[in-house]
């Protein structure tokens, strides 16, 4: 299935409901769509196979989880939107994608809220993200059922190598279309360029875009590294993925298919945590064998003005002391 656009989805969506839907109610008390842009190799739709694989095997095929990776079903925002319709069950996406229907999210996606993975593991364990799930469920009918660490974000560049934040003036950075990144790509100096994932990897090889950044993994997973000659090691955001549920389809789940779809989750977001982990170990070796010129930047030069600037101008829509009270978790 090719890329669609949010009314294609839509449109899609109700073909399905009027075909594909009745023929499955035999075998399945529920039928949930869930979708991820990432490639099918990546950890994290490898986790969804599984996922789906047990609740399938423990529920004797009641609860029928259909997986869609590498955008099948459309652009992050398509599928965040088309989850909050109904037209789509439940989608993994980054916490700042889900923050355009509650606002309050994206501070759990900002440049330099974490210390490490532990410190972002246990703020997500606690009722922080009690009150976030409430803001989403009352506004949008969303809810928040598992998380998963996705890794440290690092830049990548074709042609100019970049140690400093001065040597990001005027250059075209490749950003998800998110207010928190932008905010950020500001602060460094560099140019503004969202574009979707699956129209990456062509921007680069073309030279249409200077750079992007994402965690290893998803690098590896994209083949960007085919088409980019610098590894820079920022490490300028922790990153959780959420795993996002249409609220009405969730709660029309009985307790016990609830319970299962739940258990599987926590326990194979635990294992795709662990190989995020396992990866991350490894690429920048992979990477610099392969060919890529791997960089240690003046990280501090990145951080400074991102500080200055970021946490004051989205403290409005985080609320006050909410980034003060994350520090202290």
């Given amino acids: 299935m090719r890329n669609l656009t949010r009314r294609g989805l839509l449109g899609t969506a109700a073909a399905l409901a009027a075909t594909a839907i009745p023929l499955t109610r035999a ?9 991820t842009v990432l490639a099918p190799t990546h950890p ?41 319709s109904g037209a789509l069950t439940m989608v993994c996406d980054g916490a700042a994608q889900i923050g355009q229907f509650a606002p309050q999210l994206t501070i759990i ?22 009150e976030l799930n409430k803001a989403l469920v009352e506004r949008r009918g969303l809810r928040l059922i598992g998380s998963m ?57 073309q030279g249409a ?31 959780p993925r959420v795993v996002t549920v249409n609220d009405k389809a969730w709660s029309a789940l009985s307790a016990e298919h609830r319970r299962v779809v739940k258990v599987a989750i926590d326990k194979h977001a635990a294992w795709q945590d662990g190989e995020i982990i396992a990866q991350e170990g490894t690429l920048v070796e992979t990477f610099r064998k392969a ?14 003005p991102v500080l200055a600037s970021v946490p004051a101008k989205f403290e409005s829509k985080w609320g006050k002391g909410a980034w003060e009270r994350i520090q202290t978790l």
Wanted: charged share 25%; proline share 6%; no cysteine.
């Fill in 27 to 35: 075998r399945a008390q529920a039928v949930i769509r869930w979708g």
């Fill in 44 to 84: 994290e739709a490898v986790m969804m196979e599984r996922i789906a694989k047990e609740v399938r095997e423990t529920t004797s095929g009641a609860v029928d989880i259909q997986i869609f990776p590498g955008g099948q079903l459309g652009s992050p925002r398509d599928m965040v939107e088309a989850t909050a």
């Fill in 109 to 130: 996606e900002s440049p330099y809220v974490w210390r490490d993975p532990d410190h972002m593991k246990r703020a997500l364990n606690s009722p922080l993200m009690d």
């Fill in 149 to 205: 660490y996705y890794g440290k974000r690092h830049l990548t560049t074709g042609s100019k190598p970049v140690r400093t934040v001065e040597d990001m003036k005027g250059f075209k950075l490749r950003i998800p279309e998110l207010d928190v990144f932008q905010a950020m790509v500001e602060a460094w100096g560099a140019r503004l360029t969202p574009l979707n994932f699956n129209e990456l990897y062509l921007a680069l090889s």
């Fill in 209 to 239: 875009v200077d750079g992007q950044e994402n965690p290893l993994p998803t690098i590896a997973s994209g083949k960007l590294n085919e088409v980019q000659k610098h590894l820079v090691l920022t490490g300028h955001i922790i990153t």
């Fill in 291 to 304: 060919g890529m010129v791997v960089i240690e930047p003046d990280l501090e030069s990145f951080r400074r």
